[in-house]
């Protein structure tokens, strides 16, 4: 059994596969993961996807197979030809899909570096397909490493630090356009996490902040959670706020789009509107004089921008994803050992047993000094395999460590259970 990832991102699609690709409800979401689950190689799934990438994390006991039957019922999902997906694709195997998930957990792999909101979406996904029993003991080693390495890039780094998200991004673009931005509406459009940060950073950045939603009084409530005032208005009047406000961000979860050419008015000032959502919140085909539309692709200068400032906290940031990879196989290596050392203890303990009944049956020792004689013999067992354990744990570390297990159960005759023969090899999927 091997981890194998299948990768889609900003980095090998565009926007609109994203959004054909994207799960818009935990039902879509949910049956997914049954589709693929049925296929015999395909153990365990975690499904990651947010609004710059879709993340499909198994084990699998064929990866080719795996790999190509996960991107068939993909295609059929986005009604994307499965050619044009799996040369697209981004496939992990085992050691490569162990640091990929690392980095992406760690933010490396982000449209905006160092952004914050990916650990939470990926330990999101975790939990719902815990909660569905669609993953089980190896997936949940590998996601809790992941964790703890997002948590060191953070402690070591400053990545996480500052205005580090999509929305803030947005919000960097259009006061970098505005440049004066006292007195300055912006409207914020949905009332969900990434409204909620859009509204942070709007605030910060010196914009009076409109809210609407479909869901009033949850948009109430979200403006009520900021120490400023946010103003609150009737989701139908929503043509008449983006014919009056300069500025737009929309970051709603609609799986179509919001705002269309049927409802976008015309306007004598000059507009921005920030689309922040996948699928996108606005129609792309409106085309309105003195209006500027950005979607997250068209945020890419700033993303440049925000990248060289932190190239030097990303390279100490790969060496950590790259050193607890490594870390990570050799854990798992070591998990192979400990069953291992305990049943040559076992084994000595029974030989113990049998040796001292069979001794005070024959009358060679007295009952009485039973306890006494076996606690000799447990310290000659200890002694004994005192080097031989700790040797066994370092050859942990390396490769041939397989070879070296199975070779000290059969000389010691102990039971190959699953928990020892798992095979953690590095082989990787070459596309053909």
Not at 97 to 125: M, P, R, W, Y
Not at 353 to 373: C, F, S, V
């Amino acid at each position: 059994m091997s981890y194998l990832i299948i990768s889609f991102s900003h980095k090998n699609i565009d926007i609109k596969m994203r959004e054909k690709l994207a799960f818009g409800s935990v039902e879509d979401k949910d049956r997914f993961i049954r589709v693929i689950l049925e296929n015999e190689h395909t153990k365990e799934v975690v499904l990651l996807s947010t609004c710059n990438r879709v993340e499909i994390i198994t084990r699998s006991s064929n990866i080719k197979i795996s790999a190509r039957n996960i991107i068939e019922k993909l295609a059929s999902y986005s009604g994307v030809d499965f050619d044009i997906l799996y040369e697209r694709a981004d496939i992990y195997d085992n050691d490569g899909a162990v640091h990929h998930l690392f980095s992406v957990a760690s933010a490396l792999d982000s449209l905006v570096i160092g952004e914050t909101q990916i650990v939470g979406q990926l330990k999101d996904a975790f939990r719902f397909s815990q909660s569905k029993n669609y993953c089980s003991t190896n997936i949940t080693r590998v996601m809790h490493y992941a964790f703890k390495c997002a948590a060191n890039v953070r402690n070591a780094t400053s990545l996480g630090t500052g205005s580090v998200s999509v929305a803030s991004t947005a919000v960097a673009k259009a006061k970098d356009i505005i440049k004066n931005t006292k007195g300055v509406k912006a409207l914020v459009i949905g009332a969900g996490e990434m409204s909620e940060l859009t509204i942070k950073h709007l605030i910060s950045s010196g914009f009076d902040v409109v809210l609407t939603s479909r869901d009033i009084k949850k948009a109430q409530n979200l403006a009520s959670s900021f120490e400023v005032h946010v103003s609150v208005e009737p989701y139908s009047e929503l043509r008449n706020l983006l014919a009056k406000i300069p500025v737009m961000i929309t970051a709603t979860s609609a799986p179509y789009p919001i705002v269309t050419k049927e409802n976008a008015p015309s306007s004598s000032i000059d507009r921005y509107w920030f689309d922040i959502a996948v699928p996108r919140d606005i129609d792309e085909d409106i085309s309105l004089s003195n209006l500027e539309i950005f979607s997250v692709d068209d945020l890419q200068d700033i993303v440049n921008e925000n990248m060289s400032l932190r190239a030097e906290q990303a390279k100490t940031a790969y060496g950590i994803v790259s050193r607890m990879s490594l870390e990570f196989f050799e854990w798992l290596k070591s998990l192979e050992i400990e069953p291992v050392v305990k049943h040559l203890y076992v084994k000595g303990e029974t030989i113990i047993d049998k040796k001292l009944k069979k001794a005070i049956k024959k009358g060679y020792i007295r009952a009485d000094d039973e306890e006494n004689i076996r606690k000799l013999c447990q310290t000659v067992i200890t002694e004994y395999l005192h080097n031989p354990s700790r040797r066994l744990k370092d050859i942990s570390k390396n490769m041939e460590c397989d070879i070296v297990v199975g070779a000290v159960q059969n000389m010691f005759g102990l039971t190959n259970d699953s928990a020892t023969s798992s095979k953690y090899k590095c082989d990787h999927l070459i596309k053909n």
